[in-house]
């Protein structure tokens, strides 16, 4: 698969496993896991995970402040975990994960804060052991880098500016399940009501990828935009539950060529618990 930008965003197994010496590339392993999942990321990475991978946290690489969860930290804090990394700007990364969520959020963070050279490896660990790959238990660090973050303001939106977008302007695509879309099931987080946004469409985020875990090559995700009323070429804006899965439409729209879908950070989390924002059901 190619793309107008470098590196490629998506890279699959055998280019990994070329390059698991390479002292340019760094491996995250970025897997996040909701609290009704009942499993721990972080034991799982101890248990196995791909060599020379280090653990990435979008959980905790987060604006620990705020009273929504997973929000994006501030430059400062997102450098000095890029540093302990050992990450430099002229590193390429690759994340990963192994349930199709937290790869997507890790992406995403390091384009935001100017790292460009960040891809995404397509199927994740299922799809590393699959094509029975080597594996580790063994922990790896390295040298303490002098990454420096810059915002590409581009990418995010907040509450305020999601209010004034004109939905026949500029489309918000909702990947969270059908159900708590249209608000026939509840939300996981109490105190926070069901539903979505006015004028807002609903792509679960499920539907860019295969039954295996990897993405849909460029004609099935060109479709999927297309089944949805959607023009993956326009800029858009894309949210989700609590900002974690959101960023798997922009990635998709990316593969496509659109490099400017932006993502509402606080997602239904924010906009589902306010008293005042306008909610609807189907």
């Known amino acids: 698969m190619t793309v107008q930008t470098f590196p490629r965003a998506l890279v699959d197994t055998g280019w990994l496993f070329s390059h698991l010496q390479d002292p340019e590339v760094r491996i995250l392993d ?6 009704t999942d009942q499993r721990d990321a972080a034991q799982e990475f101890s248990n ?12 905790a690489i987060a604006d620990m402040t705020s009273p929504y969860p997973n929000m994006l930290p501030s430059p400062q804090i997102f450098t000095e975990h890029a540093r302990r990394l050992g990450v430099s700007n002229d590193m390429h990364v690759v994340v990963y994960d192994s349930n199709q969520m937290g790869a997507v959020r890790a992406w995403w963070m390091w384009r935001y804060f100017g790292h460009e050279q960040v891809s995404i490896l397509n199927g994740g660990l299922g799809q590393w052991q699959a094509d029975n790959m080597p594996l580790s238990a063994t922990p790896r660090t390295y040298a303490r880098s002098s990454f420096t973050a810059s915002v590409n303001p581009a990418l995010l939106l907040n ?3 999601v209010r004034s977008v004109d939905v026949t302007q500029r489309a918000i695509v909702d990947v969270r399940g059908a159900g708590r879309f249209s608000g026939s099931e509840p939300e996981p987080r109490q105190g926070t009501r069901s539903g979505h946004m006015p004028g807002s469409c609903n792509i679960p985020y499920r539907q860019f990828f295969n039954a295996g875990g990897t993405f849909k090559n460029i004609t ?7 089944q949805a009323g959607i023009d993956p070429h326009a800029p858009f804006i894309t949210t989700c539950g609590s900002g974690v899965t959101a960023p798997t439409a922009a990635f998709a729209a990316y593969l496509l060529g659109n490099a400017y879908a ?5 997602s239904w989390s924010e906009w589902g618990s306010q008293a005042d924002t306008p909610v609807m059901t189907l």
């Open 30 to 35: 970025a897997t996040f896991f909701l609290p």
């Open 48 to 59: 196995c995970h791909i060599p020379g991978a280090q653990r990435f946290d979008v959980a």
């Open 159 to 161: 509450m305020e500016a």
């Open 220 to 226: 099935g995700l060109q479709m999927v935009f297309e």
């Open 262 to 266: 932006a993502v509402y950070d606080g």
